[in-house]
T-cell receptor, first 112, second 116 residues
Framework: QQPVQSPQAVILREGEDAVINCSSS?????VHWYRQKHGEAPVFLMI?????EQKGHEKISASFNEKKQQSSLYLTASQLSYSGTYFC?????????????FGQGTILTVHP | GAGVSQTPSNKVTEKGKYVELRCDPI?????LYWYRQSLGQGPEFLIY????????DSGLPNDRFFAVRPEGSVSTLKIQRTERGDSAVYLC??????????????FGEGSRLTVL
């Protein structure tokens, strides 16, 4: 089952904050966040694991609520370079560590 | 280069033809994944290789799709009797196996397939 992301799109001015949510109907082992700019490859932002471990880039923060099967990505003091489509991917764990089910994406646009 | 390399970057073919898409992963990454991304959608898992073997091919849509990785490095995704619905960007990603590293998938820029 595909996770559901909200909102579908966000428009910000530089310096503003945003939160992107990812919700799943299935129990989660891990949540992975990626950003993709138009015509480019998705780029890893963060992974959140069941049990509270997080790995990712220092300037990105996110939360993982295992009970609610939800994750949120926090973008603070946005920059123009933050523009792109953000995808959450949910993992079932096991040996297929990178086998992810991605949401439909959230389009973030940051204006000067 | 240091990243995941995919060729061709663009492929236009006619319905019913056979196509091959190639992926050259990052050196030392034993795990390799193929995803398919339709316009406006997130990537959709197709198949996962650990070394030379397909560890999980549950995402392949039907038997027209097949992938190989004979020497544990370069992989080829093969599509027979292409259909217009196969049109998409095919993404390849590699990673360290299991929980090695950060769990990060390194994606290539993809092969855009258009079936006329």
């Amino acid at each position: 089952q595909q996770p559901v992301q909200s909102p579908q799109a966000v428009i910000l001015r530089e310096g503003e904050d945003a939160v992107i949510n990812c919700s799943s109907s299935k129990a989660l082992y891990s949540v992975h966040w990626y950003r993709q700019k138009h015509g480019e490859a998705p780029v890893f932002l963060m992974i959140l694991l069941k049990g509270g471990e997080q790995k990712g880039h220092e300037k990105i923060s996110a939360s993982f609520n295992e009970k609610k099967q939800q994750s949120s990505l926090y973008l603070t003091a946005s920059q123009l370079s933050y523009s792109g489509t953000y995808f959450c991917g949910t993992g079932a764990g096991g040996t297929s560590y990178g086998k992810l089910t991605f949401g439909q994406g959230t389009i973030l646009t940051v204006h000067p | 280069g240091a990243g995941v390399s995919q060729t061709p970057s663009n492929k236009v073919t006619e319905k019913g033809k056979y196509v091959e898409l190639r992926c050259d992963p990052i050196s030392g990454h034993t795990a390799l994944y193929w995803y398919r991304q339709s316009l406006g959608q997130g990537p959709e898992f197709l198949i996962y290789f650990q070394g030379t073997g397909a560890a999980d091919d549950s995402g392949l849509p039907n038997d027209r799709f097949f992938a190989v990785r004979p020497e544990g490095s370069v992989s080829t995704l093969k599509i027979q009797r292409t259909e217009r619905g196969d049109s998409a960007v095919y993404l390849c990603a590699s990673s360290l196996p299991g929980t090695g590293g950060t769990g990060e998938l390194f994606f290539g820029e993809g092969s855009r397939l258009t079936v006329l």
